[in-house]
């Protein structure tokens, strides 16, 4: 990897390429030495000028005294203090006594030692060396300390302070990744292979006046695939990919956001035509306005100021694309997306049945799959999962069959996969007494058996009662036959009679109720108060909408309601709730009251077998008819 980034460094010496976290200047092996070495000779001066301290002093008359008992053997005069060696040895290490005393100014000292024959010798302290040792060099050591552990914990070699660029840049020479690889997004790639065309060949569209769009958003829930579509329109068109997240752009100090947009836009001038793709562009593209903390200027402000800047600046006729993904487009301020700036907003979707499919074949070719594995049904199981959960899926699936010793992955172990990713995974140590394992059994067999009756119920498609995640004693899983965008007032009654399946057939079998239909409960109150203040389907109050949903900029991004109803219709929109969900008990209670004798079977069969399969359900159903 070096040599091939070192070849690159040299093919391309205008781009700036990201070193990994080893390759800093002080975290080379000759640079670490060096520092070593240098805190070493630190120590060792402090070690030495302490050896001043440790000497035996004494007072200066008596030295003087030792010397006129002639007991001096040495002696060596500075301007602070004299040292000198006695001709008395020390009676622990037997080695002549080494004093040190404070001089008085007066010039008989030399008459005396040289009445004494003592040898002795002048010299001057060195203060500028003392001093550039004693305070320059420390404080020179923890700065370059302090510099090399930020460098370290960045991971960055970019500037003091980490306040350098961080872009990342794929070249040519790079893997790309190209639209082969994304499954399940096909609208989004029709839209975007204009974008590739233009940049292959800007002149095309110059011909007639017009010219190419200068940013590209896109927008759609988290694991879609956005970034993933990102890097195939660079790879398809075979030109530099500048890569950022918009929290990069943010620093403690104020300008340096700024800053990097505009290096960012200028290597991407030097290396146009190429893509500049910003992840996650709610970081620093969100509606201005609101508190300005620490009472100064907003750093993410003047970044986003910078941003609207530079895209209305350059030419979109140099062949640089701006490309952007986010999953909250609702927070984005308005002026990144007028006309001008991001011209073309494209929606990655949740994909459908068959882009299920598409994706979990795309994933599936590196498996080796077992003959019974239908991925159709798989794709079916999986309603509402994006690209990033269907590869978790297979994945999840593998990692079973290699736990289970299998030889190819099959199909249970899809099957296992999907209820773990759903439901969260089986907790087999969470043992239920006898009571509990009834009470469950009773619970999930009334949700199922109210789904196989009313008209519009999904088909179910297994039923459990075997402990998972961290909360789910049970669950039914209901297997859509197709996709659906829309809901009418009838399948929504049927889910409020569904929901309250559970609670209803405890109602009927222990006369008391449990804690375990809590989420049944907060499911069908939010079903029931839609349908009364957003979908207009409660005769009573018409068909108006109640309540403005709004995001707080003050309480971290969470959405509130506003409310622009009177306190009476407030009272009309409980009572029109209450009933939807008074309703939908009662058609509950009527079904299992008709159905006991096959609630009392299903829940046998369950309390056996701990999971049963659709068919089964169906099965005994008709049995019992």
Same mark, same amino acid.
């Given at each position: 990897m070096k040599k091939a980034r070192m070849d690159l460094e040299k093919k391309k010496p205008g781009v700036e390429i990201n070193k990994p976290p080893g390759d800093g200047p002080w975290q080379r092996p000759n640079a670490q030495l060096a520092l070593y070495l240098l805190m070493f000779a630190l120590m060792w001066f402090w070690w030495q000028s302490d050896l001043r301290v440790a000497q035996e002093e004494i007072p200066y008359s008596q030295f003087l005294k030792y010397l006129e008992q002639d007991q001096v053997d040495k002696v060596l005069v500075q301007d602070s203090y004299i040292q000198g060696t006695l001709k008395l040895k020390d009676e622990k290490s037997g080695k002549p006594r080494i004093v040190v005393t404070v001089p008085l100014a007066n010039n008989e000292l030399a008459v005396l030692l040289e009445k004494h024959s003592v040898e002795y010798a002048v010299q001057h302290d060195n203060q500028v060396l003392a001093s550039v040792l004693g305070w320059v060099l420390p404080?020179?050591?923890?700065?370059?300390?302090?510099?090399?552990?930020?460098?370290?914990?960045? =991971? %960055?070699?970019?500037?003091?302070?980490?306040?350098?660029?961080?872009?990342?840049?794929?070249? &040519?020479?790079?893997?790309?990744?190209?639209?082969?690889?994304?499954? =399940? %997004?096909?609208?989004?790639?029709?839209?975007?292979?204009?974008?590739?065309?233009?940049?292959? &060949?800007p002149t095309r569209i110059q011909r007639l006046g017009g010219h190419m769009p200068k940013g590209v958003l896109l927008l759609g829930s988290p694991g879609t695939g956005k970034t993933l579509l990102a890097r195939a329109v660079s790879g398809e068109a075979g030109v530099p990919f500048f890569n950022i997240s918009g929290s990069e752009f943010i620093e403690m100090f104020v300008g340096v956001g700024a800053a990097r947009v505009r290096d960012l836009f200028q290597q991407a001038r030097d290396k146009a035509p190429c893509i500049i793709f910003i992840d996650e562009l709610d970081g620093i593209g969100r509606t201005r306005g609101g508190p300005v903390m620490m009472g100064g200027h907003d750093e993410r402000e003047q970044t986003l100021n910078q941003l609207l800047t530079e895209m209305d600046g350059f030419d979109p006729s140099i062949g640089v694309v701006v490309m952007a993904a986010t999953n909250r487009p609702e927070v984005l301020d308005k002026a990144l997306l007028r006309a001008g700036r991001f011209d073309r907003q494209i929606v990655v979707d949740k994909p459908d049945l068959a882009a299920r499919q598409a994706i979990l074949e795309l994933h599936a070719r590196k498996l080796t799959l077992g003959a019974d594995v239908d991925l159709s049904v798989v794709a079916q199981r999986t309603p509402g999962f994006v690209g990033a959960d269907l590869a978790n899926i297979c994945n999840e699936a593998a990692i079973l069959a290699v736990r289970h010793d299998h030889q190819a992955v099959t199909m249970a172990d899809f099957e296992a996969a999907i209820d773990r990713v759903i439901a969260g995974p089986e907790k087999k140590h969470r043992v239920l007494n006898l009571a509990e394992k009834r009470r469950v059994a009773f619970h999930e067999s009334g949700h199922a058996l109210v789904a196989m009756t009313v008209p519009t119920g999904e088909p179910v498609h297994k039923i459990s009662i075997i402990p998972r995640g961290v909360a789910a004693l049970g669950y039914t899983l209901q297997l859509p036959v197709a996709e659906k965008f829309l809901s009418t007032r009838d399948e929504l009654e049927d889910q409020l009679a569904i929901l309250l399946g559970g609670r209803v057939a405890e109602e009927l079998v222990f006369t008391d109720i449990s804690s375990g239909a809590s989420n049944d409960l907060e499911r069908a109150s939010e079903i029931a108060r839609d349908m009364v203040t957003r979908l207009g389907m409660c005769e009573e109050l018409g068909p108006l909408t109640y309540g403005r949903r709004q995001q707080s900029l003050y309480l971290g991004g969470d959405y509130m309601e506003e409310k622009n109803y009177s306190d009476d219709t407030a009272k009309q929109i409980d009572r029109a709730v209450k009933a939807l969900v008074e309703k939908a008990h009662d058609r509950a209670r009527e079904i299992l009251e008709q159905k006991r004798p096959a609630l009392d079977a299903l829940a046998a069969l369950l309390q056996e077998k701990e999971v049963i399969s659709g068919a089964e359900a169906e099965a005994l159903l008709r049995s019992q008819a």
């Open positions: 404080f020179g050591l923890l700065f370059l300390f302090w510099s090399w552990m930020g460098r370290r914990m960045s =991971g %960055a070699a970019g500037g003091f302070l980490n306040m350098g660029s961080k872009m990342r840049i794929h070249a &040519d020479t790079s893997p790309t990744v190209t639209f082969d690889d994304v499954a =399940g %997004a096909e609208e989004a790639k029709e839209e975007l292979k204009e974008s590739i065309e233009f940049l292959k &060949d």
